[in-house]
C-alpha cells in the first residue's frame, strides 16, 4: 500500500462545533480571488442575459437624475445656485450605489443557496462580492457625472483629494448593512420584503434631489430631527460628493462626517458580528 | 509527525426537527409568537421540538494514502459525515483534524453557471473549489483533455449535453491539489466509459499517496475504490475494517426474513405517500424468500390525501450492488383522496439467487412526490422442489434465468 506524505502537511485544519475564530480573517484574505470570480460571474452573466447588457448601468441612474431633475424643476426645489442635473447626479450615483449594494447584498445568501450547501469558503465573501459589482456599475455610472462636469465647464477643486475618502464612506455603510441584511434574510425570510421598503423609505430621507441646506438652515426643523438627518451616513457621502467635485458649499459640516463615519463603522462591526454568528448555521436553515 | 490525516474525534449532528413546518427556515412571524407566547405562559409550555441525531459519537481516524468508503443506509448519517469533514455544516460536539489540503466534491459542478461558457466554468468553479487563478491557469490544458470538450470550449455549458457536463465538472476536482478528496455519490453519473476513466483517476489519487473518502450506495464502486471501510447505521459507527468485510457486514445486516415493511410517515405536506410495503409469495402469504422461477408480488399501501389527475405508482428491482434490474409502472389514472393498495405482480421474469431491494414511487403528472429506497428487501432462493427447470441459478448465469427459444438445425 502507498502511504504518501502530504504535499501541505503544514497545512491543519480544525474542525469544532463552534468554528474556529482566529483564522477567520485570514481565510478570507486567502479565498480574495474568489470575490473577484463571484464579482466577475455576475457582471458576465448580466452582459450574456440582457440584450443591452451593461448599459442598464447607465441607463437606469440616467432615467433616475432626468425624472428628479424635471420635478425638481416643476416644483421650484431650491439648488442652491448649481446646475440641478449636476446636483442630482451627484446625489442619484452614490445612492444608487448603497441602494443596489444593500438589495443584491441582503438577497446574495440566499440566491447562491446552492454554494452554500455544497462548498466551504468564508460565507462573507458572497455578500462583499455582490457589493462590488455594485461598485463596478456606480464607477461605470459616474462616467454620467464626468459627462456633465465636461459639458458644464466644471471642474472640481483641490477638494477632490477628499473624493475616496466619501466612497470609502459609502462602502461601509452598504457593507455594514448589506452584510447585516444578507444574514437577518437567511434567517428570516420576512427580510425579503423589509429590505425594498427599507430602500424606499431611505431614498425619501436622503439629499437626492434637494439640497441638504433645505435641512440644515430651515427653522421649521427642530433640532433632534435634523440630528436624526445626519445620522443616515448617506447625508454625508452625497453632500461629500457634491463639496468635493462640484466645489458646492459643504455641506455636511465634519462633525455629520465624523457621525456618519461612527455610524458606517458601527453597522460594519453589528453586520460582521452578527453574520459571523449566525453564518454557521447557514448551510442547515438555508 | 504524525502519519493520519484524518482524525475525528467523538463527533455528533444534531437536527432539531420543529413540528408543522413547511420548508426549514423561519419566518420572523413565527419567532414573535413563540416569544409571545411563553412570555404569556411563563415558558413552561416551550415549543414542541423533537431532536434527530444524524451522527452520533463517531470517531476514527483515517491514516495518510487510505482510500475509505462510508457506507450505510439512507439516512444512516454518511452525507451529514461528508459535510462536516467539508466544513458545510458544523458538528454540534466533537472535534475533526484534517492535514493538508481538503477538496470536497459533494455534488457535480458546483457553482457551474448555464449562461457561462465551458472555458468560464472552469475558472470559476476552480475558485469556488478553492484554486488559485494561477493554479487554474496551469492545468487548464489537462483540465479540458480529461474532459475531452475542447471543440465546446466556448459554448455556454447550458448547450451541453448531461454527459459533457459531468465530465467537464468532474475534470476540474480531479485536478485539484488536494491532499484529502471528499467524494460523494457523483460517480453514479455520466455514461459507462466516463465512470470507469473518472474511477480509474480516483484510484490514481489514492495511489499518489492522497486521502479519499467515498460515500456510495453503489457497494460495487466501493469496493473497487477503497481499500477501507466505515459501516454508519442511523449516525452510529457500526462497523471499520477492510473494505471487503466492512461490505459483507453491510450486506448481511440487511434483514432476510421481514417481509412487511412499514413506511415513516413523511415530514413535509405530499400530496400522498406510501404506508406498508409487502413481498408476497404466488400463495399470497407474505414472504421475503422467494423459491426461484416462481412468481411473487409486491403489495403496495399507500394514502391519497387529495384529489389527483394523473397519479402512477412504480416499483424497482434493484440488485444490493446498486444495478437497478427493472422497474414498472400503473397506467395513469385520477385517484380521488383515501387508503389504496396496489398489487404487482411478478410472474413473467424469474432472477437469479440473491438479495434485492424494491424501490417504490408515487407520482401525478411525471413528477415524483414520494420515493421509498432502502427499505424493502427479498431474496430469491435457490428452488428446491424441481418443479423449476434447476440448472444454473446463480447470478454467474446472469441476472434473468428466463429461457429463450433455442434450436439446432443441420446445415
Given at each position: ?286 | ?70 457506507i450505510g443506509k439512507n439516512g444512516a ?108 455519490e457523483?460517480?453514479a ?27 456510495s450506495h453503489n457497494m460495487d464502486a466501493v ?10 447505521a ?13 461490505v459483507?457486514?453491510y450486506l448481511e445486516a440487511s434483514d432476510r426474513s421481514q417481509a412487511e415493511y412499514c413506511v ?10 406510501v404506508?406498508a410495503i409487502r413481498i ?7 414472504s421475503a424468500e422467494i ?5 411473487f408480488?409486491v403489495?403496495v ?13 412504480a416499483a424497482g428491482i434493484v440488485t444490493m450492488m446498486g444495478q437497478p434490474v427493472r422497474t414498472v ?15 404487482f405482480?411478478f410472474?413473467?421474469i424469474?432472477l437469479a439467487c440473491g438479495m434485492y431491494k424494491l424501490v417504490i414511487g ?9 420515493y421509498v429506497d432502502d427499505v424493502a428487501s427479498f431474496e430469491i432462493l ?13 447470478y454467474?448465469?446472469?441476472l ?12
Amino acid at each position: 500500500m502507498t502511504r504518501g506524505k502530504p504535499r501541505n502537511d503544514h497545512v491543519e485544519i480544525v474542525i469544532q462545533a463552534h468554528g474556529n475564530q482566529g483564522a477567520y480573517w485570514k481565510e478570507i484574505w486567502r479565498y480574495r480571488e474568489l470575490i473577484y470570480f463571484l464579482c466577475w460571474r455576475d457582471v458576465l452573466v448580466r452582459y450574456k442575459q440582457t440584450a443591452i447588457g451593461v448599459m442598464w448601468a447607465v441607463l437606469r441612474p440616467v432615467l433616475t437624475i432626468v425624472v428628479f431633475s424635471s420635478f425638481g424643476a416643476l416644483f421650484h426645489i431650491d439648488t442652491h445656485g448649481s446646475e440641478r442635473l449636476l446636483l442630482v447626479s451627484a446625489g442619484t450615483l452614490p445612492w444608487m450605489l448603497f441602494s443596489s449594494g444593500l438589495q443584491e447584498a441582503s438577497m446574495s445568501l440566499v440566491s447562491n443557496a446552492n454554494l452554500l450547501t455544497k462548498v466551504y469558503f468564508p460565507r462573507l465573501i458572497v455578500p462583499l462580492s455582490a457589493i462590488f459589482v455594485c461598485l463596478v456599475d456606480f464607477l461605470i455610472a459616474l462616467l454620467i457625472l464626468a459627462g456633465l462636469m465636461i459639458y458644464y465647464a466644471k471642474t472640481p477643486g483641490m477638494d477632490v483629494v477628499f473624493l475616496p475618502m466619501f466612497l470609502i464612506l459609502a462602502l461601509f455603510s452598504t457593507a455594514g448593512s448589506g452584510v447585516l441584511l444578507s444574514a437577518l434574510t437567511v434567517k428570516y425570510r420576512d427580510f425579503r420584503y423589509v429590505v425594498p421598503f427599507l430602500i424606499q423609505l431611505g431614498f425619501f430621507v436622503s439629499p437626492i434631489g434637494f439640497s441638504s441646506a433645505d435641512v440644515y438652515s430651515s427653522g421649521r426643523i427642530p433640532g433632534w430631527v435634523k440630528f436624526i438627518y445626519s445620522l443616515n451616513p448617506m447625508v454625508a457621502v452625497i453632500e461629500g460628493f457634491r463639496w468635493s467635485l462640484l466645489r458646492d458649499r459643504f455641506l455636511a459640516q465634519w462633525t455629520v462626517v465624523g457621525l456618519s463615519g461612527v455610524v458606517a463603522l458601527s453597522l460594519a462591526f453589528i453586520g460582521c458580528w452578527y453574520f459571523r454568528k449566525v453564518e454557521i448555521q447557514f448551510a442547515d436553515i438555508i | 509527525m504524525s502519519s493520519i490525516a484524518v482524525r475525528a474525534e467523538h463527533l455528533t449532528k444534531q437536527y432539531v426537527l420543529r413540528r408543522q413546518q413547511i420548508g426549514n427556515y423561519t419566518a420572523l412571524r413565527d419567532v414573535l409568537m413563540d416569544k409571545a407566547k411563553s412570555f404569556f405562559t411563563n415558558g413552561l409550555s416551550k415549543p414542541a421540538r423533537e431532536t434527530l441525531l444524524a451522527l452520533d459519537d463517531v470517531s476514527f481516524s483515517i491514516p495518510w494514502g487510505e482510500r475509505v468508503g462510508i457506507i450505510g443506509k439512507n439516512g444512516a448519517g454518511k452525507s451529514t459525515l461528508l459535510k462536516i469533514l467539508s466544513r458545510i455544516v458544523t458538528p454540534t460536539a466533537g472535534r475533526v483534524t484534517l492535514k493538508g489540503r481538503v477538496a470536497s466534491l459533494l455534488e457535480v459542478g458546483t457553482g457551474f453557471h448555464p449562461e457561462l461558457t465551458g472555458r468560464e466554468n472552469i475558472f470559476l468553479n476552480g475558485a469556488v473549489l478553492g484554486m488559485s487563478r494561477d493554479e487554474i491557469r496551469n492545468k487548464f490544458d489537462d483540465i479540458v483533455a480529461f474532459a475531452e470538450i475542447e471543440r465546446f470550449l466556448d459554448t455556454p455549458v447550458k448547450r451541453y449535453s448531461s454527459g459533457m457536463y459531468v465530465r467537464l465538472a468532474f475534470s476540474v476536482v480531479a485536478h485539484l491539489e488536494a491532499d484529502i478528496l471528499l467524494v460523494d455519490e457523483v460517480l453514479a453519473v455520466g455514461d459507462a466509459a466516463f465512470q470507469k476513466k473518472s474511477l480509474g483517476r480516483m484510484r490514481e489519487v489514492g495511489g499518489e499517496g492522497r486521502t479519499v473518502l467515498f460515500v456510495s450506495h453503489n457497494m460495487d464502486a466501493v469496493q473497487r475504490l477503497c481499500n477501507r471501510g466505515i459501516l454508519l447505521a442511523k449516525g452510529k459507527q457500526v462497523a471499520t475494517g477492510t473494505i471487503d468485510n466492512v461490505v459483507r457486514t453491510y450486506l448481511e445486516a440487511s434483514d432476510r426474513s421481514q417481509a412487511e415493511y412499514c413506511v415513516g410517515t413523511p415530514e413535509e405536506a405530499v400530496p400522498g405517500y406510501v404506508q406498508a410495503i409487502r413481498i408476497e409469495s404466488d400463495d399470497g402469504i407474505a414472504s421475503a424468500e422467494i423459491p426461484s422461477c416462481k412468481p411473487f408480488a409486491v403489495n403496495v399501501r399507500f394514502q391519497i390525501n387529495q384529489a389527483l389527475e394523473h397519479f402512477i405508482v412504480a416499483a424497482g428491482i434493484v440488485t444490493m450492488m446498486g444495478q437497478p434490474v427493472r422497474t414498472v409502472w400503473s397506467k395513469a389514472r385520477p385517484l380521488e383522496l383515501g387508503q389504496y393498495k396496489a398489487l404487482f405482480s411478478f410472474d413473467d421474469i424469474y432472477l437469479a439467487c440473491g438479495m434485492y431491494k424494491l424501490v417504490i414511487g408515487l407520482s401525478e403528472y411525471e413528477r415524483s412526490f414520494h420515493y421509498v429506497d432502502d427499505v424493502a428487501s427479498f431474496e430469491i432462493l435457490d428452488a428446491t422442489d424441481g418443479s423449476a427447470d434447476a440448472r444454473i441459478v446463480n447470478y454467474r448465469s446472469g441476472l434473468i434465468l428466463n429461457q429463450c427459444r433455442v434450436e439446432i438445425f443441420p446445415q
